[in-house]
């Protein structure tokens, strides 16, 4: 197999086609065995030289699905690694390329927890244990977690939230049981449900 087309696409990003047919495009820094200033066209590749070109490939491949998820949203390590995992990316290859992909800040759990909480005070309001329980789902840190709990609810109290979730339940007509069941299940504590009149 020979290198028969290699252009530098961007920074560390080039495209190369080689003689089987096959192009694709790979960022530098995921070659291995070799170094990217030693490939020119003409260039008869070995084996193990032609692997770590295709390895390269793939890796900047599961780069690029992970980046058009994030182009959309907000995105944390663990669920962009499952999405990418049923792109039929490999473990090693996606562990890689989001392991540049945070180098670059592109990819952040701390800002995505933060973004996950805003989005859903917008939905609905739910008390820290279930706010907590929901970010442990989604496989994030415990420090990470609980450093975005905390700003959260610097910028608005658990009272506050429950207040609200309170006078939303009782305009649906919940009372008594149903109403306890309703705050318990949103993760309010029982500390503010106990104080509610008539419950």
């Not at 990217?36 to 295709?54: I, Q, S």
């Not at 429950?162 to 949103?186: H, I, M, P, S, W």
Request: with cysteine; proline share 1%; aromatic share 10%.
């Amino acid at each position: 197999m020979e290198i028969t087309a290699l252009e530098i696409v961007s920074g560390d990003c080039i495209k190369i086609a080689i003689s089987t047919g096959l192009s694709f495009f790979l960022r530098t820094r995921y070659l291995s065995t070799f170094s990217a200033d030693r490939l020119f066209v003409g260039m008869t590749l070995l084996e193990d030289e032609y692997k770590d070109l295709e390895s390269a490939g793939c890796i900047f491949s599961a780069e690029r699905d992970a980046m058009n998820y994030l182009s959309r949203s907000e995105q944390c390590r663990n669920q962009l690694t499952l999405k990418l995992l049923k792109k039929n990316h490999t473990k090693k290859d996606i562990d890689i390329a989001l392991n540049y992909l945070e180098s670059k800040n592109y990819l952040c759990d701390a800002r995505y927890a933060e973004a996950w909480l805003r989005n859903r005070q917008i939905k609905k309001a739910e008390g820290k244990i279930k706010l907590e329980s929901e970010l442990v789902k989604k496989g994030l840190n415990r420090s990470i977690i609980n450093k975005a709990l905390t700003n959260y609810f610097n910028m608005i109290s658990e009272e506050e939230l429950f207040e609200k979730a309170l006078k939303k339940y009782q305009r649906l007509g919940k009372t008594n049981q149903k109403l306890q069941r309703a705050l318990v299940r949103d993760g309010f504590p029982w500390k503010l449900i106990k104080q509610i009149k008539n419950i």
